[in-house]
């Protein structure tokens, strides 16, 4: 970030579409080590209103600013990302901050995301990112790749791609059909959110049981 290139480490969340970094000013924190101080750098604007985001655990309040942003040599000269100088209950965040790549909401008129950002200055040609995971986590193995501007086709099983339609503004909310646990099956159709923020399977209440007792 900026014209002296500050590196972090951020966590990708398809669940909300903010990017946010540590403020210079936050205070008695011991997870999040780096800084980001706007007013050394030369480009950087920084607002002096307040903005509260709220998360499933955790919320972060900061100042929304604007400066160089870049990823993996992929630039946008001037991205809007959050300075934050509260955070509350993410203490166990991996991480120095995080990227948002939820889907902007008109209603609530949020920012564009760097993806938005990078198609439209023409650094990518198309506005698709997609998100490789593997890893363990009881073996505490993490592997996984973010890749903006396109699939890698070489992480594709088949080399073939299945879309769902999004049926919602703001979040990565689609259909699901049916889902299989064993030989029983849910046939309905609910609603899904893609979250790569959260590392749990939400289900409605009424079926929770159900799922459990198959298990």
């Not at 900026?2 to 669940?15: A, I, M, R, S, Y």
């Not at 000269?77 to 991480?95: H, P, T, V």
């Not at 023409?122 to 396109?150: A, D, M, N």
Request: charged letters at 30%; glycine letters at 8%; one cysteine or more.
């Amino acid at each position: 970030i900026g014209q002296d290139n500050q590196h972090f480490k951020v966590l990708v969340d398809t669940g909300s579409n903010w990017l946010w970094v540590p403020d210079i000013s936050l205070q008695n924190q011991r997870i999040f080590k780096k800084r980001y101080a706007c007013e050394k750098e030369k480009n950087c604007i920084k607002s002096t209103e307040e903005l509260d985001i709220h998360y499933g655990k955790g919320d972060v309040i900061g100042y929304p600013a604007q400066d160089k942003v870049c990823i993996a040599q992929q630039c946008v000269k001037s991205q809007d990302f959050l300075l934050a100088f509260e955070i509350d209950n993410l203490d166990y965040l991996e991480g120095d901050g995080l990227l948002g790549l939820g889907l902007p909401s008109e209603e609530k008129k949020d920012k564009p995301t760097i993806l938005d950002r990078l198609y439209e200055e023409g650094v990518i040609q198309e506005r698709v990112f997609s998100l490789y995971l593997k890893g363990s986590f009881y073996k505490e193995s993490y592997e996984g790749k973010l890749t903006l501007g396109g699939p890698d086709k070489d992480l594709i099983r088949g080399k073939k791609i299945t879309y769902a339609n999004v049926e919602d503004d703001g979040y990565w909310l689609v259909n699901l059909h049916k889902f299989v646990i064993g030989a029983k099956v849910w046939a309905h159709d609910y609603k899904a959110i893609i979250d790569s923020g959260s590392s749990c399977i939400h289900v409605p209440a009424g079926i929770y049981r159900q799922i459990m007792d198959e298990i």
